[in-house]
């Protein structure tokens, strides 16, 4: 279970890497900048987090 956004981003990223995803083909994939996801992948906190989640619940 995932308990914090660190996990979180440790998840998402463990994902992308395992289908050989880049940042970039990652974000356009949801909808985001490449920056978007390095911002959420190395300094993952609460605000990003939920903002994340809302522009994917939108996709």
């Keep these: 279970m995932i308990y ?3 996990q979180l981003a440790n998840h ?3 994902i992308r890497q395992k ?3 880049t940042q970039s ?3 356009k994939k ?3 900048k490449q920056s978007t996801i390095a ?3 190395n300094n993952p ?3 990003t987090l939920l903002r994340t ?3 994917c619940w939108h996709v």
């Design 19 to 21: 289908n050989q995803w």
């Design 45 to 47: 906190d609460l605000t």
């Design 30 to 32: 949801v909808g985001l």
């Design 39 to 41: 911002h959420f992948e």
């Design 53 to 55: 989640a809302c522009v």
């Design 12 to 14: 998402v990223r463990l």
């Design 4 to 6: 914090s956004p660190r």
């Design 25 to 27: 083909e990652l974000a």
